[in-house]
């Protein structure tokens, strides 16, 4: 070691300074390659944690609703009167959530929905005479000034949505749910750059780097999805009416799944990933004697800490990755859930009695085709930018502007295909 030394001193100026950048460009690179290696590896996934508030996301399960009760028209009646009493007295103090209860009840037909949702909402209430401003929403995250333009932004999406949903045999306001919980903890990471870019325009944010499309997901996550779909021995195996879902187009599976889901005028495949992996998870828990299809905070957090942390158990607790929002901690099944039971979007996205349902006819190659056609022809950032350290070569194509990669000349998403 003395020697290296003593010989490097004896070196010019400008050999010095070369023999430095070599190391230096040497460390950067076995920094990049470990930390690709962790990813890979998935040493790098949010382990999560537990919510504090995981007895009141508990309890709310456990709360009679129609797909259990079995009632005349006349008890049915009697449900709706004691419900909508019930939701007078909370209209004193927070008249915007009373109405979007009333309004999710009615759309969805469904009175004893109340008792859920209020329960929900207990988290955020208290017992006191004291009314809130007309215009505030008693859930924190909801009054903050993304959620308006996000809920634009979702509407925008409605049709792609519940055709997703339709697909995967999942009820579209969960694929909803985790939509809000990924888009959210990005507002949160990037507040400035929402502010500038996607608040105004009014569009979801594409994630292209290490977690992919509006919902953040992983590569891998993406590839375990297609490989449960075709395996009739897997705990995740969703029946063989789905086993064609994602069939692929080209030989290329990589670079075709990264197209698929950083897409940034149609969504509809990050949608369809999101419903395979909330009924494969569903799937997965009721084989092992647990059914969580009534457990949306469940579903939610095992969606945000995926598969690989997705272990039936009895007793589960909801959580996930942390988010900050406001001066308020969240967690990513709390997010799903609050909107779950919020009542918002209910007109375009109602409750439904049944979360989950198994189809058992197999899709023809024209339904096949048609989904494949919903693959837009938008630029994106070239398969596996996100390793690169030159800055000229991890930019997105010039003909996508901003960080978040988003067309503002054609930031409508273009219209889907699939019937």
């Keep these: 070691m003395k020697n290296i030394w003593l010989e490097f001193k004896q070196r010019p100026t400008w050999r010095k300074i070369c023999d430095i950048l070599l190391v ?15 990813y890979q590896l998935g040493v790098t996934n949010n382990r999560g944690a537990v919510d504090k508030n995981y007895r009141y996301l508990m309890s709310v ?17 009697e449900q709706w009167a004691l419900q909508l009493e019930r939701l007078a007295e909370l209209a004193h103090r927070y008249p915007v959530n009373s109405r979007l209860i009333l309004n999710a009840a009615v759309v969805s037909d469904d009175p004893l929905i109340i008792d859920r949702m209020v329960a929900a909402l207990s988290i955020y209430t208290d017992s006191s005479d004291q009314a809130q401003p007309c215009n505030i929403n008693a859930i924190p995250w909801m009054s903050e000034p993304a959620w308006p333009a996000l809920k634009e932004a979702i509407l925008r999406d409605s049709a792609l949505i519940n055709e997703a949903a339709r697909l995967t045999g999942v009820e579209p306001r969960l694929i909803v749910g985790c939509l809000i919980g990924e888009q959210i903890r990005l507002f949160n990471s990037k507040r400035e750059m929402f502010k500038k870019y996607l608040g105004p325009v009014k569009v979801l944010s594409v994630q292209s780097q290490f977690s992919y499309g509006v919902n953040g997901i992983k590569d891998f996550t ?6 449960h779909l075709m395996d009739p021995t897997s705990e995740f195996y969703m029946g063989k009416a789905y086993e064609h879902l994602l069939d692929f187009e080209t030989d290329d ?3 075709e799944r990264y197209n698929r889901l950083v897409d940034y005028r149609n969504h509809l495949y990050s949608y369809i990933y999101t419903g395979c992996i909330l009924h494969q998870t569903m799937l997965q828990w009721r084989r092992a004697g647990y059914d969580i299809s009534d457990r949306p905070d469940l579903l939610f957090t095992l969606f945000n800490v995926g598969f690989s942390q997705s272990v039936p158990k009895p007793n589960p607790v909801p959580g996930g990755s942390h988010i900050k929002v406001g001066d308020r901690d969240y967690t990513f099944g709390a997010i799903g859930f609050d909107f779950y039971y919020s009542g918002e979007l209910a007109k375009a996205f109602p409750f439904r009695r049944e979360r989950f349902v198994s189809s058992d006819k197999p899709l023809s190659a024209e339904d096949i085709a048609r989904i494949q056609d919903n693959m837009s022809d ?21 003909s996508v502007p901003d960080p978040f990669g988003i067309d503002h000349s054609t930031a409508t998403p273009a219209e889907h295909t699939a019937m």
């Design 222 to 227: 993406a590839e375990a999805v297609e490989q």
């Design 61 to 77: 399960s456990e709360i009679k609703n129609l797909k259990d009760a079995n009632l005349t028209q006349e008890q049915l009646d």
């Design 253 to 255: 599976h990589a670079t």
């Design 378 to 398: 938008c630029k994106r950032p070239e398969y596996g930018s996100e390793y690169r350290t030159n800055d000229s070569t991890a930019k997105a194509p010039d």
């Design 24 to 38: 230096l460009f040497a460390l950067a690179g076995a920094a990049i390659i470990g930390a690709w290696g962790l």
